[in-house]
């Protein structure tokens, strides 16, 4: 079993509509919990980050951590084209960053 | 403006002569790594350096070499590549604040290296 479970999709939604992605993981002793997006050509941006288990809101970007299931999940609300990039979960524990493989999200208008 | 700047971003180049990766940051941040991306694999550390003159193996280290003897620098060096090092390589760093979660600060990236060994 991976550590880190993300269904690389695609996922295609229209523009306005609500997206749910999914990380699942296994070691429980990871501590910190991040959502990097990333656009085509370029390097991995840091979008939320989270610690404990909950909701975390930015925007239309809501990050949630349910440590007893070892699910995280991203949200976000009103889906803009420019919101059309890969996401990827990453989960840490001391100096190990493990990433999900990504999942590839396209948002039309 | 604050940055992690990879050279070249794309390469060419044929099995067995020997090339480098060079990184920068103008953060002065201590920790600094290199990933491989590949389709269906995700992202994986090559190295990663918590400091100068400190490095270590990260999860796929063979064939690659790292250096930090500067802490704004950090090339990445394969002595001797082959077609299955044709990858997206990204660098990337974080400051590693003392105290609680000291490990934990978000990574910046640059904007990756496209390698292709034929």
């Known amino acids: 079993q991976k550590e880190v479970e993300q269904d690389p999709g695609p996922l295609s939604v229209p523009e306005g509509a609500i997206v749910s992605l999914n990380c699942t993981y296994s070691?429980?002793?990871?501590?910190?919990f991040m959502w990097y997006r990333q656009y085509s050509r370029k390097g991995p941006e840091l979008l939320m980050y989270?610690?404990?288990?909950g909701n975390k809101e930015d925007g239309r970007f809501t990050a949630q951590v349910d440590k007893s299931s070892k699910y995280i999940s991203l949200f976000i609300r009103d889906s803009q084209p420019s919101d059309s990039a890969t996401y990827l979960c990453?989960?840490?524990?001391?100096?190990?960053?493990?990433f999900g493989k990504g999942t590839t999200l396209s948002v039309s208008s | 403006e604050a940055q992690v700047t990879q050279n070249p971003r794309y390469l060419i180049t044929v099995t067995g002569k020997k090339l480098t990766v060079t990184c920068s940051q103008n953060m002065n941040h201590e920790y600094m790594s290199w990933y491989r991306q590949d389709p269906g694999l995700g992202l994986r550390q090559i190295y990663y350096?918590?400091?100068?003159?400190?490095?270590d193996k990260g999860d796929v280290p063979e064939g690659y070499k790292v250096s930090r003897k500067e802490k704004r620098n950090f090339p990445l060096i394969l002595e001797s590549p082959s077609p299955n090092q044709t990858s997206l390589y990204f660098c990337?760093?974080?400051?590693?604040?003392?105290?609680?979660?000291?490990?934990?600060?978000?990574?910046?990236f640059g904007n990756g290296t496209r390698l292709t060994v034929t």
């Open positions: 350096s918590m400091n100068v003159e400190v490095t």
């Open positions: 070691n429980s002793a990871f501590q910190y």
């Open positions: 990453a989960m840490s524990v001391r100096t190990a960053l493990i």
């Open positions: 989270t610690y404990s288990s």
């Open positions: 990337a760093s974080r400051p590693l604040a003392p105290g609680p979660g000291s490990y934990n600060s978000p990574l910046h």
